[in-house]
């Protein structure tokens, strides 16, 4: 077997690509039927029996039999009646010839001329040329495929998908082989004829010009023409060269090659007739081509025109021209239970082998209006085949249900500008996966919840319901970036109540979330629902999560004194039912980043709003070990070196340690206590010290020896104290251990083992 390399069959333009589709095919069904092909790099090497350049040359030069490319449907396909413009003209050049090669297409332009004539008593044909009328332009185009030759339907079946009751498209070659004023049949004969293969023999510089689109090797000049969307570099028009204008330039035998290389992308046309299809704007297309996605490419503009996409495959291991006829034409890019249906379903399903597992790598093609009104393919990147699943972009298909609601001609201009920025961040997960941008994918479907919440009337038109249904056990992990922010954000974004039994009344409140506080939502027995204005905090990413979190307190100790009295045994100190009923406990270590100003805050807040989406009850457990860390003594003594925060944080998590003494110096029991309601517009006016000294007396009055403190000189930010004091410590009526080990940082009685210098293990509520 020998080996020839195509250098100037190349991945780009899509010219170059189809270009060596069509020499693999032309030598595999005229010269040698176990030829096989595997791309190197950006070109296409092709092996085959005693194959060499030379010999390759002089085969398409000398014996090559041109597919017969005709489209009697078409106004300016050769054949209307009475005309003699150059169309027909050529087209008669070509039916009156007596060359070798030409016979397959001299026989098909006769029967295509019977059908016509057939056409005429079918009264198919008005006015010399085939009607516009859809219906009847079916009916012709299935009278033409019943009776030319089989060499014809290749063409055919390339360029026309015929439909139960309509016609469809390919997107590659326009529409039934016409791109505007260019009809892409006659262009082939043109190419053909400047190669000189109409007149049965080409000559030299035909030759040259082969050389130079196989190899790229030769020295050639190319013709002043145009191979249309498929070549965007030689279409020429405005500031297309360093001088400003340029000429349309073309290789014609890149041109004849490429259309019969689109046929083997073209003829085995992937039809998509079930109920999913027959409803779409797109009811057939050719393999690998999808509906376009406008992310991830830097050419588009904002109000530019796309058609669709083409991702054509690239394979790195020699295939037979069967084989890959069988994974061309069966064209599977599946993702979730369907085919991918545009640009970010066929990039999430080369992430989770939903591609024929014999492609390594995919080149995208944007195919756009640009120029003008010239349809242009866009190459915008190249996009690996994994061989396995990768998890974030697998759980995406849990979002396609909403999004798709959501998704509208009409919808508000900041939900669709939302859906952008979802689209391009689950884009980045597909190709290059990673935590940080699963998180930004949630961030964005955050966002696009709140703008669809502004619009009610949109809402009902769209029967669209809040994200619901996203379970943290499932998530929590993918999301999980090793940070404090993270970590921090999921004790935060877990915190809820028991939902009330019974009818809802005025403690439903209470009986919410963080999320039901931040997002636009509000919790039923049903489930959730859209809150009536819109959420009870709002503006969360526009403000700073801290300043947010100041008004969370507040509003949660509003809910909490309209709840109704709990018979729960908590201590007399005790004011407002504040804390959630449960939640996962966050180590001090990450507190202490926290009151220290360590962690990021606009970061903290993108993962927190994309955390409230998800599900947490009942995920608490699995999620848990997540929120170990190091074991980082400083960072924990730090959290319990903040006076304020300590004296304040066992209120706010409902259960005060039980004091050590002398005789007991490490006790293991706890009370409930409650916060004081003046000391929530203490913390949120700035002066937390006025709290810290009321609840550092009432801890007093429960044996606490604390070390006397200086509230007034410690200077904290109410948004860190704010932001602390909602997070869980401890379990609800479990180990106490970290808020006993702050306790004890600022107690005067001597414990058997010093909380100092003792290691202490985070303790996690269970779901």
């Not at 690998?288 to 991702?311: I, M, N, P, Q, R």
Request: proline share 5%.
């Amino acid at each position: 077997m020998s080996t020839v390399h195509l250098h100037g069959c190349r991945v780009e333009p899509l010219l170059s690509y189809l270009a060596g589709l069509g020499v693999v095919r032309l030598v595999a069904e005229q010269l040698d039927p176990d030829v096989s092909a595997r791309w190197d790099g950006d070109h296409l090497v092709i092996i085959g029996k005693e194959l060499d350049n030379t010999k390759l040359v002089e085969f398409l030069a000398e014996e090559y039999r041109p597919t017969p490319l005709i489209a009697p449907w078409n106004g300016r396909g050769g054949f209307q009646d009475g005309r003699e413009r150059p169309s027909e003209q050529i087209v008669k050049r070509v039916e009156f010839s007596d060359s070798r090669r030409l016979e397959a297409y001299r026989s098909a332009i006769s029967i295509a001329r019977d059908a016509c004539e057939a056409a005429r008593g079918y009264q198919l044909i008005e006015k010399g040329k085939v009607s516009d009328n859809r219906k009847l332009k079916k009916k012709f185009i299935e009278l033409c495929r019943a009776t030319l030759p089989d060499e014809a339907l290749a063409w055919l079946d390339a360029s026309v998908v015929l439909l139960d009751d309509d016609i469809a498209f390919p997107l590659i070659l326009g529409t039934g082989g016409n791109f505007g004023s260019m009809e892409i049949s006659i262009g082939f004969l043109r190419q053909l004829d400047a190669l000189g293969l109409l007149g049965g023999r080409s000559d030299e510089s035909s030759r040259a010009l082969l050389r130079h689109s196989l190899f790229r090797d030769d020295d050639a000049r190319l013709d002043r023409s145009s191979a249309g969307q498929f070549d965007p570099g030689g279409v020429g028009g405005p500031n297309s060269s360093s001088t400003g204008n340029a000429r349309e330039l073309a290789n014609p035998w890149g041109f004849v090659l490429a259309m019969e290389g689109a046929i083997v992308f073209a003829s085995a046309a992937a039809r998509r007739l079930g109920a999913e299809s027959q409803t779409g704007a797109r009811k057939a297309s050719m393999p690998f081509t999808v509906d376009a996605t406008g992310v991830a490419h830097d050419s588009a503009s904002e109000d530019e025109e796309l058609k669709g996409e083409l991702w054509v495959p690239l394979w790195r291991h020699g295939m037979s021209y069967r084989e890959i006829q069988h994974f061309i034409s069966e064209g599977r890019s599946q993702w979730g239970r369907h085919q991918a249906r545009s640009g970010l379903d066929f990039v999430r399903a080369t992430a989770t082998l939903g591609v024929d597992r014999s492609v390594d790598e995919f080149a995208r093609y944007l195919i756009s209006v640009r120029h003008g009104q010239n349809v242009l393919a866009v190459p915008t990147g190249r996009f690996r085949v994994h061989d396995r699943v990768r998890p974030e972009a697998d759980v995406l298909r849990q979002l396609d249900g909403w999004v798709d609601s959501a998704r509208f001609s009409k919808s508000p201009t900041a939900v669709n500008t939302a859906l952008h920025a979802l689209d391009r961040a689950q884009f980045a997960v597909a190709t290059l996966g990673g935590a940080g941008r699963l998180q930004a994918v949630l961030g964005a479907l955050a966002e696009a919840e709140q703008a669809a919440s502004r619009s009610p009337g949109y809402r009902e038109k769209r029967h669209l319901r809040p994200i619901n249904g996203l379970s943290a056990r499932e998530w929590a992990p993918l999301l999980d970036d090793g940070s404090a922010e993270f970590r921090i954000a999921v004790g935060l974004a877990s915190l809820s109540d028991e939902l009330p039994s019974g009818s809802p009344s005025a403690a439903e409140g209470v009986g919410g979330s963080l999320a039901t506080l931040l997002r636009p939502v509000t919790r039923t027995q049903n489930g959730l629902a859209w809150s009536r204005g819109g959420s009870r905090v709002p503006n969360l990413g526009d403000r700073s999560l801290y300043e947010i979190l100041v008004d969370v307190v507040g509003v949660r100790a509003v809910l909490a004194s309209s709840a109704q009295p709990e018979e729960d045994g908590h201590d007399d100190i005790a004011g407002l039912p504040f804390a959630f009923h449960y939640g996962l406990s966050v180590d001090l270590a990450d507190v202490g980043r926290l009151l220290g100003g360590q962690l990021d805050v606009e970061r903290l807040g993108a993962i927190l709003a994309g955390l409230l989406l998800l599900e947490w009850k009942g995920a608490l457990g699995a999620v848990a070990p997540l929120l170990g860390v190091p074991h980082d003594p400083v960072a924990r003594l730090h959290a319990a070196s903040q006076p304020t925060f300590v004296v304040l944080a066992p209120f706010f998590n409902g259960r005060l340690p039980v004091a050590p003494t002398e005789l007991e110096p490490n006790p293991s029991g706890s009370i409930a206590v409650r916060p004081r309601p003046e000391w929530i517009g203490a913390i949120r006016a700035g002066a937390a010290h006025t709290a810290a000294r009321s609840a550092a007396h009432l801890l007093r009055g429960r044996g606490w020896r604390l070390i006397p403190g200086d509230f007034e000189s410690e200077r904290m930010d109410r948004g860190c104290l704010a932001t602390a004091l909602l997070l869980r410590l401890d379990r609800t009526a479990g180990d106490q251990s970290q808020l006993r080990f702050l306790l004890n940082q600022h107690n005067t009685i001597d414990t058997r083992r010093p909380a100092s210098t003792e290691r202490q293990e985070p303790h996690h509520e269970q779901a």
